[in-house]
């Protein structure tokens, strides 16, 4: 395994195109995260989930936001109607959650950019 | 929430000097990590530390965690080491963690 996995890279659409990103973990974690990173900020905490499960959303996860992890494997996070405002890039991490909390590993992440 | 903050903000350095990154934290955590984000924006994992003291090679980290901070040492630094390098913290009861803005570090030869 080679870590986590992150599709596309890059991407690039017009205001108001949905778009949708897929993230695939570290073959054994159970547990799967979403961050959004803009510039000269640290990233910030979208949604978590643990296998198939969404425990935790922020309120930085507008209606237009939905994240989803259906066999508790890869999992695809779809902003529809993008705004110029989410131009970032989107990253995923996992981990191997036993109760208590543990180290986190992420991919390269996907750049998205809203003309 | 958490609340994280690192300095300093940006360092410059010369090849071969030390240096010492700080994070302060507000809140009592079971997690922490500390990652180089390399300039194509992946996040490299430093350090799981939670609490003690780690080393791997040229570099260490200390967590103090009952006076809530950490520190990253950076030792006989190299061009390479440059980038933002971020503390993120997670308490106990939820799994997310909470970044601090960073330190951007240049190394110059």
């Known amino acids: 395994d080679t870590g986590v996995s992150q599709n596309p890279r890059h991407k690039i659409t017009k205001r108001g195109q949905n778009v949708t990103f897929r993230c695939d973990p570290i073959s054994e974690h159970n547990r799967l995260y979403w961050y959004r990173q803009t510039l000269g900020q640290g990233p910030e905490f979208l949604t978590y989930f643990q296998n198939e499960a969404q425990l935790e959303k922020s309120r930085l996860l507008s209606d237009r936001f939905s994240a989803e992890r259906p066999k508790g494997s890869f999992s695809t996070l779809e902003i529809q109607r993008t705004e110029q405002g989410d131009s970032a890039m989107y990253l995923c991490a996992s981990s191997l959650g036993t109760g208590r909390d543990t180290e986190a590993f992420f991919g390269q992440g996907t750049r998205l950019t809203v003309v | 929430g958490i609340q994280v903050e690192q300095s300093p903000p940006d360092l410059i350095l010369q090849e071969g000097a030390n240096s010492t990154l700080r994070c302060n934290f507000s809140d009592s955590v079971n997690n922490l990590q500390w990652f180089h984000q390399n300039p194509w924006g992946q996040l490299i994992n430093l350090f799981y530390?939670?609490?003690g003291t780690k080393q791997n090679g040229r570099l260490s980290a200390t967590t103090v965690a009952t006076e809530r901070y950490s520190l990253l040492y950076i030792s006989s630094s190299q061009t390479t080491d440059s980038g933002v390098y971020f503390c993120?913290?997670?308490?106990?009861?939820?799994?997310?963690?909470?970044f601090g803005t960073g330190t951007r570090l240049q190394v110059t030869l």
């Open positions: 530390i939670p609490s």
């Open positions: 993120a913290v997670g308490p106990g009861t939820a799994s997310k963690l909470t």
